[in-house]
């Protein structure tokens, strides 16, 4: 059996967030995931991902780049669970967790 | 459609809707990561809270512990942390007196990628939960969730003071598709929705007296009958007990070997039973054989 794959990226630019109450979005589910957003010191936006599907590196690369390019967001770390959730659901749950930590109904 | 349905809400929008409003304060909150130790071995990933969300809250101005299981992770599987929240909850209880602890149930029961850790889990949550009954502090489940309440929460459930559930909740030992493997589709089709809503539903478990309030599956009913069980205490004195396992007794007889659940509302003095898996739940709360409401709380 092969075990979940653990990713990293870092994104700079950016601006720096004020301090938030952390929020949480979605559930680790077959096609699904979950989103912890948190304030973070320094001016980067950091997001690790613990994947059960493996080799999909590339796709994540691409999919949270966008994800930063619509939100220019620093001084925050995204932390996700992913069960084979597909490029689509992943970029609806990322802008779904920013709307909880703007303080929108989730 | 004027409500949400309650069964189609994640454990936390449960939680928003059932106590006062923005009242719910979490212990070990998703942000402190107390996951579970196991899955990572078997390639799965964790749940930030390891599915069950716990706290305490106030519910019509008064003070209650709850907890909410997330049927989508893992079936609400009890694992050892969140089985251990759970029981810590339960015994916080104990120390700081609330006047209620209500859990949001939404279960397959153990975790089986937990083993043995999960059914020590569940066995502690059962004992913690009773502890708290004895203590006197009504001990209230919420049943509404899609995947039902079995296994071990099943078992969880029935030692509460009070059981809501809604006519589309399910609750039971063994689930469906447990049966069929074990014995057969022959004694029991987990594919044939209509025997395993009519076997483990709401109005069944209500016309047998196994649940104490039915209710519509609307968060607002949920939340009105918890707050009306708020002060429903059931002591287990060895009377009650004893009351208890002879009416439990008589129901099995009344059973018999294999009748069917509309044959069994039928023995047990329910008019036209057959109708009944199409009645809403109002219509059913008024059929409930005198016979066995002394089994639930409010029957008389």
């Keep these: ?106 | 459609m004027n409500s949400a349905s309650f069964a189609e809400m994640s454990a936390r929008q449960r939680l928003a809707a059932i106590v006062d409003d923005r009242s719910f304060h979490e212990w070990l909150p998703p942000s402190d990561r107390v996951t579970s130790p196991h899955l990572a071995q078997l390639g799965v990933p964790a749940a930030f809270d390891d599915g069950v969300a716990i706290g305490r809250a106030t519910l019509s101005g008064r003070a209650i512990f709850v907890a909410a299981q997330e049927g989508e992770f893992m079936g609400g599987g009890v694992g050892e942390v969140h089985g251990a929240k759970l029981v810590g909850l339960l015994r916080r209880a104990l120390r700081d007196r609330p006047d209620a602890v209500v859990l949001l149930a939404e279960s397959g029961g153990v975790r089986l990628h937990e083993a043995n850790a999960g059914l020590i889990a569940v066995s502690e949550v059962m004992r913690a939960l009773l502890d708290a009954r004895a203590a006197g502090i009504a001990t209230v489940m919420l049943i509404g969730g899609a995947n039902g309440c079995f296994g071990g929460m099943g078992i969880v459930a029935r030692c509460a003071d009070t059981v809501v559930m809604s006519d589309i909740a399910r609750h039971a030992m063994s689930g469906p598709e447990v049966i069929e493997s074990s014995n057969g589709a022959g004694e029991f089709d987990s594919r044939d929705r209509a025997l395993v809503w009519r076997t483990t539903g709401g109005k069944h478990r209500w016309l047998t007296g196994d649940c104490d309030v039915l209710v519509e599956d609307d968060p607002a009913a949920f939340r009105a009958a918890a707050i009306a069980a708020l002060d429903v205490h059931r002591p287990m004195t060895l009377a009650a007990l004893q009351q208890e396992s002879m009416l439990l007794q008589w129901r099995t007889a009344i059973a018999g070997e294999g009748a069917d659940a509309i044959e069994l509302w039928t023995l047990l003095g329910v008019a036209d039973a057959r109708a009944v898996p199409d009645l809403d739940a109002a219509a059913v709360r008024v059929l409930r054989p005198a016979a066995v409401a002394p089994l639930a709380n409010g029957g008389a």
Excluded: K, Y
């Design chain 1, 1 to 106: 059996m092969t075990g979940m794959e653990t990713l990293h990226f870092e994104f700079d630019g950016g601006r720096v967030l004020a301090p938030f109450e952390p929020a949480l979005v979605g559930v680790v589910a077959s096609g699904n995931l979950e989103v912890l957003v948190e304030s973070a010191p320094g001016a980067a936006c950091r997001v690790d991902v613990d994947t059960s599907a493996r080799g999909f590196g590339a796709i994540w690369e691409a999919v949270l780049r966008d994800f930063h390019a619509r939100h220019g967001i620093a001084g925050v770390t995204v932390s996700i669970h992913d069960m084979g959730a597909t490029p689509a659901v992943v970029s609806l749950r990322l802008d779904q967790a920013m709307s909880a930590v703007w303080g929108a109904p989730p």
